[in-house]
């Protein structure tokens, strides 16, 4: 009787090695992805909360100064972004048609490239609108920032004998 006593080796086959193989690089790849994306979401959502907080700080600071038109734009001896000492660099200021002024400044904190616009309406008014824009690249990265990246925009009001309170 050939054939009684043969016994099946008890290892892996080559292709249940191959299965095995294809499984475990797919898990692999599955959980490298995973990271990647977390470490993503966690910059950007870093960089919302920095961009907010930067935004805010501006806002307070401006509105604290009544919101005037010279601490917008960078004006010699009055309080401005720049002679707060924390990084800000005076860009441009422009006036758009609407008739409102918006003064852009740069920044970066925490590694995070940041342009910061100030704009309110030109001309005097018992309550003035302020705006404080914060972009950053969506790459966070050292690349330009551009009007089509993300923004935070923070809107409050200022009266105009606010100033020093």
């Avoid at 616009?117 to 824009?133: A, E, H, K, Q």
């Avoid at 925009?153 to 100033?163: E, S, W, Y």
Wanted: with cysteine; glycine share 10%; aromatic share 10%.
């Amino acid at each position: 009787m050939a054939g009684k006593g043969t016994k099946f080796a008890h290892g892996m086959t080559f292709v249940e090695v191959l299965m095995a193989t294809v499984v475990v690089s797919v898990a692999a790849t599955g959980v490298l992805s995973y990271e990647y994306h977390g470490a993503r979401q966690r910059r950007i959502a870093r960089a919302y909360s920095t961009s907010t907080q930067v935004g805010y700080f501006l806002l307070e600071d401006w509105k604290g100064n009544g919101g005037s038109i010279f601490y917008a734009r960078a004006v010699g001896g009055t309080p401005n972004p720049v002679k707060l000492e924390m990084g800000f660099n005076h860009i441009k200021t422009s006036y758009t048609v609407d008739g409102q002024i918006e003064c852009v400044y740069e920044n970066t904190v925490d590694g995070i490239p940041m342009r910061i616009t100030l704009s309110r309406p030109v001309g005097y008014m018992r309550l003035i609108p302020l705006t404080v824009t914060v972009r950053w690249h969506s790459k966070i990265s050292d690349v330009p920032v551009e009007d089509t990246d993300p923004s935070v925009v923070l809107t409050t009001n200022a009266r105009i004998d606010q100033a020093g309170g």
